[in-house]
Nanobody, 125 residues
Framework: QVQLVESGGGLVQAGGSLRLSCTAS????????VGWFRQVPGNEREFVAG????????DYGDSVKGRFTISKDNAKNSVYLQMNNLKPEDTAVYYC??????????????????WGQGTQVTVSS
């Protein structure tokens, strides 16, 4: 089973940028689609972005389109989320998750195989 570890979260001012990393161990990510999700306490988990197995297809939640970019480096067994023009409403715990043999970047609603432990992103106004 793939193990996922997120990093790169932190505190940033509104309008700033952060880059999250999700690194896998135990398997190679080239058989997995990987997505980023976020959750605020008391709210449902929200799909942020996803990328297909080979990185050719990606998809984004409506609230982050045009500001966030997901990328995948199978050689480094890692997926990245570049977050620009951050807003206070982007504050959440961000999780990466993976699904094997999934050919789309739209992981919204997918039955995911593995989840990371999450990394906190806080955007101050």
């Amino acid at each position: 089973q793939v193990q996922l570890v997120e990093s790169g979260g932190g505190l940033v001012q509104a309008g700033g940028s952060l880059r999250l990393s999700c690194t896998a161990s135990g398997v190679t990510l080239n058989t997995y689609a990987v997505g980023w999700f976020r959750q605020v306490p008391g709210n449902e988990r929200e799909f942020v972005a996803g990328v297909s197995r080979f990185g050719g297809m990606s998809d984004y939640g409506d609230s982050v389109k045009g500001r966030f970019t997901i990328s995948k480096d199978n050689a480094k067994n890692s997926v990245y989320l570049q977050m620009n023009n951050l807003k206070p409403e982007d504050t959440a715990v961000y999780y990466c998750a993976a699904k094997q043999y999934y050919y789309s970047g739209n992981l919204n609603g997918a039955d995911l195989d593995s989840w990371g432990q999450g990394t906190q992103v806080t955007v101050s106004s």
